[in-house]
């Protein structure tokens, strides 16, 4: 159907388009999990906030875990390595969000105080700490990630969990923290009405204001910080392996794509444009425009991060010829094409039913329900 360097390229817009639909969808669902404690004032206001999702969030994580597995398909080498290298951080965030299932299942089946309090902060955890680590990740994949292979393409991890957790990549973090959260703020501000609502429009605001100045210190640091470069590559439409590339460093080397393509800075400005049709739309009371900003947003700032580094999928920060690209970390040209097929039949699948799920349960969640239905709603 398609030759193997556009397969390739292929590949990694549709791996792209998974984490955005990942952080549209999935990542309302963890917003309104960080608010939980932060707007949520008494017990019926927090069951409100759980019961705009709970109908959903199984189901948006199909996201997550259709992205890993691309991963696993089209980039064997990233995905072996990463889970190999990264397997603390990995860790972490799959313990965190093991709190997500059993909070919301168990959390209002007694109506101890101390027991739902518990499983709030467990919410919370399970939601905060998966969204900073994602932003975590993405910050040192610009700083490079220090591994190197050997002849037999064997990685080997050369760093430490807490390595990781540094001032660069700890603002990348803010911004994807701040990001989801600003996606759960305008959710709740459309499902929801009265004091709940007023205080989820302000959180609304106060986080887009927080994501517009996260991401403009984050593009600033990065245009002062050495890139990585593709000095010479063979054929991309062939079969390569890592090591058969030269890779250099300069400096702002990751705004390389965007001067070469001027038309590219759309994409970040698209960021700006989101965050201020939040801010806009928020005090007009137009709650779904708010959603559909932010939503914006999480494209823009997805695609910006995605067009600066491409390429490369996971940088060497200690053998820089060892990175993993788009061009030679993939798999077979006979599974890439396999592969496109099933996201061709299956990804409008999922959209559709998606979508009719919403409109199935759309509304308010109001006070006045969670009294009626104390019994039954989550």
């Known amino acids: 159907m398609f030759d193997y360097a556009t397969l390739k390229l292929i590949w990694w817009l549709l791996v792209g388009v998974l984490l955005i639909g990942f952080a549209i969808m999935d990542g309302h669902d963890m917003?309104?999990?960080?608010?939980?404690?932060?707007?949520?004032?008494?017990?019926?206001?927090?069951?409100?906030?759980?019961?705009?999702?709970?109908?959903?969030?199984?189901?948006?994580?199909?996201?997550?875990?259709?992205?890993?597995?691309?991963?696993?398909?089209?980039?064997?080498?990233?995905?072996?390595?990463?889970?190999?290298?990264?397997?603390?951080?990995?860790?972490?965030?799959?313990?965190?969000?093991?709190?997500?299932p059993v909070?919301?299942?168990?959390?209002?089946?007694?109506?101890?105080?101390?027991?739902?309090?518990?499983?709030?902060?467990g919410l919370f955890a399970g939601s905060a700490i998966p969204a900073l680590v994602f932003g975590v990740?993405?910050?040192?994949?610009?700083?490079?990630?220090?591994?190197?292979?050997?002849?037999?393409?064997?990685?080997?991890?050369s760093g430490s969990f807490w390595a990781l957790l540094n001032p660069f990549a700890l603002l990348f973090g803010v911004v994807s923290l701040s990001l989801l959260t600003l996606q759960g703020a305008t959710f709740l501000s459309h499902r929801t009405e009265g004091e709940l609502q007023a205080r989820a429009k302000k959180a609304?605001?106060?986080?887009?204001?927080?994501?517009?100045?996260?991401?403009?210190?984050?593009?600033?640091?990065?245009?002062?910080?050495?890139?990585?470069?593709?000095?010479?590559?063979?054929?991309?439409?062939?079969?390569?392996?890592?090591l058969m590339k030269e890779v250099g460093r300069a400096p702002g080397a990751w705004f390389a794509n965007y001067a070469k393509y001027p038309v590219l800075w759309l994409i970040p400005a698209l960021a700006y444009l989101g965050g201020i049709i939040v801010l806009v739309t928020i005090r007009a009371g137009l709650t779904l425009l708010a959603f559909v900003g932010s939503s914006l947003a999480c494209v823009s700032v997805?695609?910006?991060?995605?067009?600066?580094?491409?390429?490369?999928?996971?940088?060497?920060?200690?053998?820089?010829?060892?990175?993993?690209?788009?061009?030679?970390?993939?798999?077979?040209?006979?599974?890439?094409?396999?592969?496109?097929w099933v996201a061709l039949i299956f990804t409008p699948i999922v959209v559709a039913y998606t979508g009719w799920a919403y409109r199935v349960m759309a509304g308010k969640v109001t006070r006045d329900f969670i009294v009626k239905n104390d019994k039954t709603a989550y």
């Not at 992205?67 to 390595?81: H, I, N």
């Not at 909070?103 to 709030?120: A, I, N, Q, V």
């Not at 927080?210 to 010479?232: N, T």
Request: zero cysteines; proline letters at 5%.
């Open 204 to 242: 609304a605001q106060i986080l887009a204001i927080v994501l517009l100045a996260a991401f403009s210190l984050g593009g600033l640091w990065v245009s002062r910080i050495d890139g990585y470069v593709i000095q010479s590559i063979g054929d991309v439409g062939a079969s390569l392996n890592p």
């Open 137 to 157: 990740a993405f910050g040192n994949l610009f700083l490079g990630v220090p591994f190197r292979l050997d002849d037999t393409m064997r990685s080997f991890y």
């Open 302 to 340: 997805i695609l910006t991060a995605g067009v600066a580094l491409f390429p490369f999928v996971l940088p060497s920060s200690e053998m820089p010829k060892a990175s993993l690209t788009a061009w030679d970390a993939t798999s077979s040209h006979v599974t890439l094409n396999v592969m496109l």
């Open 103 to 121: 909070g919301f299942e168990y959390r209002s089946k007694l109506p101890d105080p101390t027991w739902r309090k518990s499983w709030d902060w």
């Open 31 to 100: 917003g309104v999990g960080v608010l939980l404690q932060v707007i949520g004032k008494d017990d019926t206001e927090r069951r409100v906030m759980i019961n705009t999702i709970a109908p959903h969030w199984d189901g948006n994580q199909v996201w997550f875990i259709t992205a890993g597995g691309a991963v696993f398909a089209a980039w064997p080498f990233v995905y072996a390595t990463a889970f190999s290298g990264l397997y603390w951080a990995l860790l972490l965030v799959l313990f965190a969000l093991f709190f997500r």
